[in-house]
C-alpha cells in the first residue's frame, strides 16, 4: 500500500523558517521524482520544488527560489522541504508527490500525500 506522510507544518511568522517532512513506503522510493506541491484557497495547486531520484539535481518555482531547498534520504524513504524567511504568500496546504522516474514506469504515479497546513502570519 502506497503512503506519503507529511508532517512538520504549522503556524510561523513571516521571516520564520519550516521542514516539511515526507514519509514514503509501499513503493521503491529510489525510483520515483519527488516534489512539493502546494495549494491556497481559491487559487490552484502549484509546484514549489522537484527533485530527481538521486537527489543530484532540483528545481523550483521562481517564488520560492533561494528561500526553500527540497532534498530526500533514499536511505530512509524521506523527502524534506525546507522553508527559510516564509512570508505570508507562502501560505498553503502543502502536499508531498511521488511521480515516475526516467528509469520506471508506474501506471499508478503520482502518488500525494494528505498534505500539511502551513501557515505565515503576524
Known amino acids: 500500500q502506497v503512503q506519503l506522510v507529511e508532517s512538520g507544518g504549522g503556524s510561523v511568522q513571516p521571516g520564520g523558517s519550516l521542514r516539511l517532512s515526507c514519509a514514503a513506503s509501499?513503493?521503491?522510493?529510489?525510483?520515483?521524482?519527488m516534489s512539493w506541491h502546494r495549494q491556497s484557497p481559491g487559487k490552484e495547486r502549484e509546484l514549489v520544488a522537484k527533485?530527481?531520484?538521486?537527489?543530484?539535481?532540483?528545481e523550483y518555482a521562481t517564488s520560492v527560489k533561494g528561500r526553500f531547498t527540497i532534498s530526500r534520504d533514499n536511505s530512509g524513504n524521506m523527502a524534506y522541504l525546507e522553508m527559510n524567511n516564509l512570508n505570508v504568500e507562502d501560505t498553503a496546504v502543502y502536499y508531498c508527490?511521488?511521480?515516475?522516474?526516467?528509469?520506471?514506469?508506474?501506471?499508478?504515479?503520482?502518488?500525494w500525500g494528505q498534505g500539511a497546513q502551513v501557515t505565515v502570519s503576524s
Open positions: 508527490n511521488a511521480a515516475s522516474g526516467p528509469m520506471w514506469f508506474d501506471p499508478e504515479a503520482p502518488y
Open positions: 509501499g513503493f521503491m522510493f529510489n525510483r520515483y521524482t
Open positions: 527533485i530527481t531520484t538521486t537527489g543530484d539535481s532540483s
